[in-house]
């Protein structure tokens, strides 16, 4: 169970283009001096120039056709250059020079390049494309039809058709149904409801009616959707594959069914046997598919022709345990209040959240500030006694200042977890000059 | 003839991945104040609520299981928002807590979601691909070997093999020959010389044998080079099929031998008919491959079972027609020199080159500067006058001073064409002051 990646062939990513001459006379230009001789240059591959030889010809359309004398070109004849041309210049005297007189130039070869072949025409079919296709739904039943392509009349009624179709996600090399048909008309059977279907169709000449060939290419696309079943939620396409070490089940289920419940897959060896459950389950999510693909593999110990795995998939249930004492949400503390002492020091004072317990303890956090300067006087304290008062020393308060002030608590007991409760009600006091 | 593309099915480009649990059990936290009462919250994909109802069950371990009172979370109940989740918060009193006392919450639903099957081992049997692919030359035959998977013991020799082979830039699906096989060595046919080739091996059981089930994926690819055939530059492979308007044929041919020469494709309708050049030839050049395909489309106009084509491809010659009086090189002007007259004045004096006719007349472009100063000071002059001299008035040239100079030339008559020459030989002089 692991990714598999089809690599695209890169065949089909290079197109046919129009042939556009050879490199040899695309390369050349001749030039004279309009007074006694010529000169020719051209290019030619040195890997072609070891397996043929190719010689310049010049006709002036007076005399015969000549053979230009060529050598090779003194100023790009570098021994050790990678270029993989041979330059050649070609130089000839001229008697006469005219506008009438052009000079034709071709190249002659020392090999006869050919190859042959008798085609019987109506061995060696290869049919236009089907078209026209078309799905039509009859008392839930479903159809496809399509036409030969135009200018087929000639086959008569020769023509055999190939018809594949799948889901759209699926592959057409592994998971399509295929069924030959000799009518251009098909009943589309085994179809699965609530999923988009596509099918193609291509065709070839019957050998019974005298005609050989090769399949057609595949028509176009046709793609349809089946409407959705009566319980569109149960896990449907229960399919298990053995070879030879595991039995390996897959199945779809709905995927909004899976963010709610969970599906095991269960099996029994023999009727006897213990139900068992195999794990782990892999799943296979798509973008765009409204259902899930899910996959366990059975491992077989015994194999024997009398063994009929019975496998069943439905939901289990899923447990989550959540412990009590360390998901405490502690209440913010109450009556939070500041007062001055006798000692001049001023008292914080609270009512805590009780637990069931007295022996959990509680720590706390204060933020204070000075009335209207929040950001620029925000103190935090941290209090570890459980229980109040909390004094605030006289270098923590300037005098005649109005403070305000909220606080949190958190569980503080070994065991015991909690995260900051909210923070209290804010308070308020000021202090004396 | 046009660019086929093959879209890669994206669905191999999704992986299995371990199944993690469902969204709603995810998303369930809970919290309590460790004295009178506790709170889950947790969500519901509406979509999954509206096909299946689930339900949120307390058991802590003293009581039986519980229905925890849900309803939807007040704060997070915004009826406009397009979050697909419905947001559950559900609180319920507890009368105990203590370290001992864990719950444990599980979701329950209202339908049964199952689907059962019965599986017969042998009968649902997927191979694990065969191992080991070789392919071995033996007198200029080739042959593939490979054996069954480890573990296959089991099946005895019930399984039957597909094998199927192309080069290397062939597309599996139209070009790969394919064979059935009952044991695990076969020939391999119809090799062309001088390519690389890829094999690859499927298996199945065979249903004779009492098994049935579906092939094996396919084995990884063996590859394989066949030597160069004796004349490897001879165009190969020509095959023509006929789809009821073209008859079209291709072949290959060595890439570098088409830098040299080119191909047509003739062809005889009948032994008795002219022979005709197919046009235009489209050709396909793969990056890596020694080899192009081309390819050329016969319009067939007269169908019959009689027909039978005789194609031939071949070289065909290459013309270029070069127009003399459009291609002159004219040789740069000799014996340039500048000398003072009687008047004071500098005249310019060349020798033109001849051509066969005195009525092609010359232009010419002449450029000067001060001994030493090109950059700072040259200037160009272009003469339209064919002949020799040329004067330099008293303002184009400064007194008591070297100059140097160099002059090129050009046709200048309607009907004849030529470049500039070279430049000619560098000449100089000395102004009076």
């Known amino acids: 169970l692991s990714l598999t990646i089809s690599i695209c062939n890169q065949w089909y990513f290079f197109s046919w283009i129009p042939f556009s001459g050879s490199v040899s006379m695309k390369s050349l230009s001749c030039d004279n001096d309009y007074s006694s001789h010529m000169t020719c240059k051209w290019k030619e591959h040195k890997e072609a120039h070891d397996l043929l030889r190719i010689t310049l010809y010049q006709n002036d359309g007076i005399q015969n056709e000549n053979k230009m ?25 001229i ?15 020392n090999k006869t390049l050919e190859t042959q072949l008798n085609v019987n025409l109506f061995q060696n079919v290869q049919p236009l494309p089907p078209q026209n296709l078309e799905v039509q739904e ?13 200018g087929s009349q000639w086959l008569g009624n020769a023509l ?26 098909c009943h589309l059977s085994h179809l699965m409801m609530g999923s988009r279907y596509v099918a193609r169709v291509r065709a070839r000449v019957q050998q019974a009616k005298g005609f050989s060939g090769t399949f057609s290419e595949w028509s176009t696309d046709v ?6 079943g009566q319980e569109p939620i149960q896990p449907r396409n229960l399919r298990c594959l053995f070879n030879g070490v595991n ?7 709905k995927k909004v069914i899976t963010t709610s419940v969970i599906f095991g897959l269960f099996f029994r060896a023999t009727p006897a046997s213990a139900e068992e459950e195999c794990s782990p389950v892999y799943e296979k999510v798509l ?21 009929r795995y019975h496998v069943s998939v439905r939901t289990k249930t899923e447990e989550k345990l959540i412990e009590a ?5 502690v209440l913010p503390p109450t009556n939070v209040s500041v007062k001055a002492t006798e000692d001049h020091e001023y008292e914080l004072r609270w009512k805590k959240h009780t637990f069931q317990y007295n022996f959990i303890k509680q720590k706390y956090q204060v933020q204070y500030w000075k009335h209207n300067q929040y950001n620029e006087t925000l103190q935090t304290l941290n209090i570890s006694n459980d229980e109040p008062p909390f004094i605030f020393t006289l270098q923590m308060l300037s005098p005649s200042t109005k403070y305000r002030g909220k606080m949190r608590a958190m569980v503080n007991s070994a065991d015991y977890q909690s995260s900051w409760s909210e923070w209290s009600e804010e308070f308020s006091w000021e202090t004396a000059n």
Request: net charge negative; glycine share 2%.
């Open 69 to 93: 004398p060529c050598v090779r070109d003194p100023e790009r004849a570098l021994p050790e250059t990678s270029d993989p041309y041979i330059f050649w210049v070609c130089r000839k005297n």
């Open 95 to 109: 008697e006469y020079f005219g506008i009438g007189i052009n000079h034709i130039y071709s190249f002659k070869h």
């Open 138 to 150: 009859s008392s839930g039943d479903f159809f496809l039809t399509w036409t030969a392509a135009e």
């Open 160 to 185: 055999e058709y190939e018809v594949t179709y799948k889901r759209d996600w699926e592959s057409w090399e592994k998971d399509a149904l295929r069924l030959l048909s000799n009518t251009t008309r």
């Open 223 to 228: 793609s349809w959707e089946t409407p959705e």
């Open 247 to 253: 039995l390996t089940c897959s199945w779809e289920v």
């Open 287 to 307: 973008p765009h598919i409204p259902y899930v693909v899910q996959s366990c593999a059975i491992p077989v110990s015994n194999i024997s022709s009398q063994s």
């Open 325 to 329: 004492h360390k998901n405490i949400k």
